[in-house]
């Protein structure tokens, strides 16, 4: 039984893994390059825009159109993850 849970998260971590890889390839370049300075290098919207010679609203725009396009793009990861979870 813990074997088979183990062999499932697995799969599981695998198609989420790639899903999530092809969301952020569909990012235009400069909502691309902001959020993985902010979220994966963990830079602060400040630096991201002195970084880029940008304003911060400039930043908050990028970001917030590149979080709106990720759930838009991954919205069937929680259908599948719920379908999974139950069984």
Request: no cysteine; aromatic share 12%.
């Amino acid at each position: 039984s813990g074997e088979l849970e183990g062999s499932a998260s697995h799969e599981w971590q695998v198609i989420q893994n790639k899903d999530i890889q092809d969301a952020l390839k569909q990012l235009p370049p400069m909502q691309f390059k902001v959020f993985v300075l902010s979220r994966f290098d963990g830079l602060s919207y400040q630096e991201i825009a002195d970084y880029f010679k940008i304003s911060i609203k400039t930043v908050e725009g990028h970001m917030s159109r590149a979080l709106r396009k990720l759930r838009e793009s991954l919205a069937h990861l929680l259908i599948l993850f719920l379908v999974w979870w139950m069984h």
